[in-house]
């Protein structure tokens, strides 16, 4: 069983940065595609950024040169740096695992952009 746990969410005004890591359990991680996702008050689930078993990177356009997605495979730990933040990044987020196809996703941590 996969067990994902964020940390790294709080409070932080507009144009500051904060960075997320999100811990995995097991011995898969090296070897599996990792994702950050979002879900903002009142919206939908959303694709925030991605990165492959190696270091190819993809990201959503909103969020494209100023976030950054990393991974450290002897940590078992992926990370989401954000930067030049904005209060529309207000959101849980969420770190999650594809497994061939089975997604496993940890708890979530809050994120709010305000001033």
């Known amino acids: 069983q996969v067990q994902l746990v964020e940390s790294g969410g709080g409070l932080v005004q507009p144009g500051g940065s904060l960075r997320l890591s999100c811990a995995a359990s097991?011995?898969?991680?090296?070897?599996?595609?990792m994702a950050w996702y979002r879900q903002g008050p009142g919206k939908q689930r959303e694709w925030v950024a991605g990165?492959?078993?190696?270091?190819?990177?993809n990201y959503a356009d909103s969020v494209k040169g100023r976030f950054t997605i990393s991974r450290d495979n002897a940590k078992n730990t992926v990370y989401l740096q954000m930067n030049s933040l904005k209060p529309e990044d207000t959101a849980v987020y969420y770190c999650?695992?594809?497994?061939?196809?089975?997604?496993?996703w940890g708890r979530g941590t809050q994120i709010t952009v305000s001033s």
């Open positions: 097991g011995n898969i991680f090296s070897i599996n595609p």
């Open positions: 990165i492959t078993s190696g270091t190819s990177t």
């Open positions: 999650n695992m594809n497994v061939r196809g089975v997604h496993y």
